[in-house]
């Protein structure tokens, strides 16, 4: 029964990656397709400031498609979670979302805690790297592996 619920888990896995893979290339083909379009819209080449923040943020929409396919990738390699990778896609999500942002139409409570979000998060990564490799497993013989660490000792 545990090896059924395995496989199930594996075609997941795979079936996610193969999903996230179509949505970064069509993200990627939207993003060139938008900076083509704009470029050629525009007076003298040059993009405008609410068409430059909007490519700003496709852009790190793929980033983070990225980060999460690298974060689906190794778990299904190594059957954990590397908190890090999970840390700086949040990361990548606020600074996205700071990019995009049109800061004179939000109220200053909701600047805040953006912000506190922001030092959060940065202060998590900080300490998880400060602490090394930080990794969360369903499986406890794939973590002491990865963090080097006996089955006895977990």
Same mark, same amino acid.
């Given at each position: 029964?545990?090896?059924?619920?395995?496989?199930?888990?594996?075609?997941? /896995?795979?079936?996610?990656?193969?999903?996230?893979?179509?949505?970064? &290339?069509?993200?990627?083909?939207?993003?060139?397709?938008?900076?083509?379009?704009?470029?050629?819209?525009?007076?003298?080449?040059?993009?405008?400031?609410?068409?430059?923040?909007?490519?700003?943020?496709?852009?790190?929409?793929?980033?983070?498609?990225?980060?999460?396919?690298?974060?689906?990738?190794?778990?299904?390699?190594?059957?954990?979670?590397?908190?890090?990778?999970?840390?700086?896609?949040?990361?990548?999500?606020?600074?996205?979302?700071?990019?995009?942002?049109?800061?004179?139409? /939000?109220?200053?409570?909701? /600047?805040?805690? /953006?912000?506190?979000? &922001?030092?959060?998060?940065?202060?998590?990564?900080?300490? &998880?790297?400060?602490?090394?490799?930080?990794?969360?497993?369903?499986?406890?013989?794939?973590?002491?592996?990865?963090?080097?660490?006996?089955?006895?000792?977990?």
């Amino acid at each position: 029964m545990k090896k059924a619920g395995s496989i199930i888990q594996k075609g997941i /896995i795979y079936t996610l990656i193969v999903l996230m893979s179509g949505v970064l &290339i069509l993200a990627t083909i939207e993003l060139g397709y938008y900076l083509v379009k704009s470029v050629i819209e525009s007076e003298f080449a040059l993009i405008n400031l609410d068409q430059l923040m909007d490519l700003f943020g496709v852009f790190m929409l793929v980033l983070i498609g990225i980060e999460l396919l690298d974060t689906i990738k190794v778990y299904l390699k190594e059957n954990v979670v590397h908190v890090e990778v999970v840390v700086l896609v949040a990361i990548i999500a606020v600074a996205r979302k700071v990019v995009v942002l049109k800061i004179e139409l /939000i109220d200053g409570v909701t /600047i805040i805690g /953006i912000a506190f979000i &922001i030092v959060a998060l940065s202060v998590a990564y900080y300490f &998880i790297k400060k602490a090394g490799l930080m990794v969360y497993s369903f499986d406890e013989k794939a973590a002491a592996k990865i963090t080097g660490k006996d089955e006895e000792t977990t």
